[in-house]
């Protein structure tokens, strides 16, 4: 499990930046179901509007591999989606607090924001006017707070319809409905570990390897068996944006394991 962890500390920028770009792209090819960006239908260009969010996420995503790029692609980044949550789902759910799909919504967008934040603190000296608590350790700590905070939200929205839950569970394993209570109560026990630091590392990385496994065995094939499915195609984004995020959390804590003194 270490291997992976120090594995995910090298490779998630890289996770994190394809999916944000794979993300962007549809927001720029007019593809984007507004399931996960509800902007409402009275603003006015919609759709300019989308297409311009989709342009910085692809030009953010490139910056993300540009050493010096990155502090400031990252930091667009979690600016853009910060907004993206506060602009779009907190009202929403103010509105209507009682719909759980709404906060499970800004659950899944909150992780992505703790994504983006921490590429941004782990690495943001060179972006000056930034307070200090948004940056370095004490920045990485708050992003992690706010993914922790944010993952219980997505296990009560597998307890909230099971049975939906269950029939995104591939047909091939047997008990699904077992499956969607499982993974629910693994998202609310990593974010309770990944809060209180119990075991926060193996964790974040338990959670990251659950959610790629989503990916793959959910919304892979739901895109290869629709290819022209909007929505599955915009699902498979989404959940790799926020797998990818998910690499990036348990990569941080491979990395402050490397910065670690060693006795003797």
């Keep these: 499990m270490a291997r992976v962890a120090v594995g995910a500390a ?6 994190y930046a394809a999916a944000v770009a794979g993300l962007g792209g549809l927001l720029l090819s007019a593809r984007f179901v507004y399931v996960w960006a509800p902007v409402p239908r009275w603003v006015p260009g919609r759709d300019a509007v989308a297409a311009a969010t989709g342009a910085v996420m692809v030009a953010a995503a490139v910056g993300l591999s540009r050493r010096r790029a990155a502090a400031r692609a990252s930091a667009a980044l979690a600016v ?10 907190v009202p929403r759910i103010v509105a209507a607090p009682s719909k759980e799909l709404l906060w499970a919504g800004g659950g899944q967008i909150a992780t992505v924001v703790a994504g983006a934040w921490i590429l941004f603190a782990s690495g943001a000296s060179p972006v000056e006017g930034v307070g200090r608590w948004l940056r ?5 700590r708050l992003a992690r707070s706010i993914y922790a905070a944010a993952l219980p939200l997505l296990g009560f929205h597998h307890f909230a319809d099971v049975s939906a839950t269950a029939s995104a569970v591939p047909a ?8 969607a209570w499982l993974t629910g109560a ?6 309770v570990a990944i809060f209180f630091g119990i075991a926060p590392r193996l ?6 390897i659950m959610i790629s496994a989503f990916v793959v065995l959910v919304h892979v094939p739901g895109a290869i068996g629709a290819p022209a499915d909007r929505l599955q195609w915009t699902m498979l984004v ?8 998910a690499w990036v959390v348990a990569g941080s804590y491979a990395r ?4 670690e003194p060693r006795a003797g």
Excluded at 238 to 245: D, K, L, M, N, T
Excluded at 256 to 259: H, I, M, R, S, V
């Design 10 to 15: 090298r490779a998630a920028p890289a996770i």
């Design 80 to 89: 853009l989606f910060s907004s993206w949550l506060l602009l779009l789902h």
């Design 136 to 140: 370095g350790d004490r920045g990485v």
């Design 172 to 179: 091939w394993l047997p008990l699904r409905s077992g499956w």
């Design 186 to 191: 693994a998202h609310v026990a990593a974010g």
């Design 203 to 208: 964790a974040a990385t338990l959670e990251a």
């Design 238 to 245: 989404v959940a790799s944006v926020i797998a990818g995020a």
């Design 256 to 259: 402050d394991a490397t910065l």
